[in-house]
């Protein structure tokens, strides 16, 4: 059975937290951006806006991550922060959608979000940019978001630290459980 390319991508892509210094310009997000928005949507809005951290703006970002650090995580975390987060990774993009109370409008668009994530990802690593997809605790806080740019009333389903990597240096594939101890078939009623 030979592997597709689109199947080889899938199956290559590596979450890269270790990236080297190259500068990835904005032209290059834009053109992963422009790809990755023909994810599935399942209304007739697409849900999702983006708000780039890149070059100087990267203070910016790492300025709000470190206001939700407590005296103590700031002092033990600060500087290694910087490093990574206004030197050696890139840009740092938020994907963000409207904060919905009904519960399918709201599914839809954060499964619409998440392959627009996915998409972006494999596109990425298609030309060895490395992307790291976050959803950790600074994402929710109030202040965070304020300082970010995320508008009252919207969520962010994602923050994604991006960056080119070196090839040596990609984390090894973890096991994955087997389909056939996963699946449920039905075949008659």
């Not at 990425?124 to 950790?136: L, P, Q």
Request: aromatic share 8%; glycine share 4%.
């Amino acid at each position: 059975m030979t592997i597709s390319t689109m199947e080889q991508l899938i199956r290559a892509r590596r979450t890269v937290r270790l990236f080297n210094e190259k500068v990835l310009q904005k032209e290059t997000i834009l053109e992963l951006l422009e790809a990755a928005v023909w994810a599935p949507v399942h209304s007739r809005k697409e849900p999702w806006r983006f708000i780039l951290f890149m070059e100087e703006g990267r203070k910016q970002f790492a300025d709000a991550v470190l206001h939700t650090f407590s005296k103590e995580e700031r002092e033990q975390y600060e500087k290694k922060l910087r490093i990574d987060y206004c030197e050696r990774m890139q840009a740092h993009l938020l994907i963000v959608i409207e904060a919905d109370p009904r519960q399918r409008e709201w599914e839809d668009a954060v499964g619409a979000a998440s392959a627009l994530i996915q998409n972006l990802q494999l596109l990425a690593w298609d030309k060895e940019i490395g992307v790291v997809w976050k959803t950790n605790a600074y994402n929710f806080e109030p202040d965070f978001c304020r300082l970010t740019g995320v508008k009252p009333g919207e969520r962010i389903i994602g923050t994604l630290h991006l960056g080119y990597y070196d090839p040596d240096k990609v984390p090894k594939p973890r096991p994955r459980t087997p389909v056939n101890e996963l699946l449920t078939c039905i075949t008659s009623a």
